[in-house]
């Protein structure tokens, strides 16, 4: 298992699974999730409890990935990118427990461009890119290059 980084500029639960090899930078504030072998996590990039990162997977900078996410294996993040959970989110809601998760899975060798924006309970096809900036909000197909608001194939 990783080594954790003793320095307080590093937040990294106990309960966080830590695979061989992984590559953490400053800032990174990990709770509850699982990242997989040889995986590299940028700087300023959460994640949350219940999501799993599997093995040689780049997270750059910035990025946000919530409960209830799966990722596969190679895939890349780009900066910024924001993963959604809650389709209606309410402080009634999260205050008293009941908002209801709704889980998202990417599977193998996807990329995801910086900024790009995925909306709760969609799933990503192996080996799919998604444009920077774009907004998913429905299930992107396997091999596919989607973009632009909202995400529209671009090409195959
Ligand atoms: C989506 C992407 C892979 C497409 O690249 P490409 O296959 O070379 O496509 P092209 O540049 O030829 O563009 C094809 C069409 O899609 C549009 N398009 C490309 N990227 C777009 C984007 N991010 N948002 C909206 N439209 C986009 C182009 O305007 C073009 O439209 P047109 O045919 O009407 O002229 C690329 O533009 C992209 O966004 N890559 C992500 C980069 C990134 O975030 N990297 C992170 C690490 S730095």
Known sequence: MTERPKSPLFQIAEDVVLGERV?????????GCRIGDDSMIGTFVEIQRDATISARCRIQSHSFICSGMTLG?????????????????????ARDGTWKLERTEVRDAASIGSGALIMCGVTIGAGATIGAGAVVLQDVAPCSVVADVPARLISR
């Open 23 to 31: 590559k953490l930078n400053p800032f990174v504030n990990l709770y």
């Open 73 to 93: 294996d190679d895939m890349f993040v780009g900066h910024g990118v924001i993963f959604i959970n809650d389709r209606h989110p309410s402080t009634a809601t």
